[in-house]
């Protein structure tokens, strides 16, 4: 199974501040097709996950620009330019290339 | 789109659960679904996939103990859980086949 390891397992950070999430995958995440399926999720506390980025860098529709994703194979990056309060929570990137799918342990993004 | 999760409860070891999430807003019959679970404090675990031609992949941990199920003229997913054990413990979750759209999650507890 693709083992997908984030760093850091925690994050603080004060409103306005850019932050990076690192993603490393334990084999390439190219498809056959062509596209990289990986994508990242924040679950808000108490809340179900929701969809941020697709296909590394792909924003979700409704979601704020200041979200970005990039990378590629098995390394990849989520950037928040401009931390705001609700963005705080936990932050996994996950990957739907190779079944079975995968999720990283995940990082929890808290303020400082 | 909604996607609502029922049928979940506590259950014994060894004993038998089915799931059902309830899809609107969408053309149910066209997209694959995902079940996907989360035990307490811990982060998500992908478990099983159909695709709209209900073709099916599994989860190690769950393979022969459950069945993913749908249909179409109810707009209806189903998780067949079989042989539960105390890890089995968790919020599932159901999920479009993009990981776009999520339900609200079902909580299933395994003890005696």
């Known amino acids: 199974d693709v083992v997908l390891t984030q760093t850091p397992p925690t994050l603080s950070a004060t409103i306005g501040q850019s932050v990076s999430i690192s993603c490393r995958s334990s084999?390439?995440?190219?498809?056959?097709?062509?596209?990289?399926?990986l994508n990242w999720l924040l679950q808000r506390p108490g809340q179900s996950p929701q969809l941020l980025i697709y296909?590394?860098?792909n924003l979700e529709s409704g979601v704020p620009n200041r979200f970005s994703g990039s990378g590629s194979e098995t390394d990849f990056t989520l950037k928040i330019s401009g931390v705001e309060a609700e963005d705080l929570g936990v932050y996994y990137c996950?990957?739907?290339?190779?079944?079975?799918?995968?999720f990283g342990a995940g990082t929890k993004l808290e303020l400082k | 789109v909604q996607l609502v999760e029922s049928g979940g409860g506590l259950v014994q070891p060894g004993k038998s659960l089915k799931l059902s999430c309830s899809a609107s807003?969408?053309?149910?019959?066209?997209?694959?679904m995902h079940w996907i679970r989360q035990a307490p404090g811990k982060g998500l675990d992908w478990v099983a996939y159909?695709?709209?031609?209900?073709?099916?992949v599994y989860a190690d941990a769950v393979k022969g103990r459950f069945t993913i199920s749908r249909d179409n003229a109810k707009n209806t997913l189903y998780l067949q859980l079989n042989s539960l054990k105390s890890e089995d413990t968790a919020i599932y979750y159901c999920?479009?086949?993009?990981?776009?759209?999520w339900g609200q999650g079902v909580m299933v507890t395994v003890s005696s």
């Open positions: 159909i695709s709209s031609s209900s073709g099916t």
């Open positions: 296909s590394v860098s």
């Open positions: 084999q390439s995440l190219l498809d056959s097709d062509g596209d990289t399926y």
């Open positions: 807003g969408f053309t149910f019959s066209s997209y694959g």
């Open positions: 999920a479009g086949d993009y990981f776009d759209y």
């Open positions: 996950m990957q739907a290339t190779h079944a079975p799918y995968t």
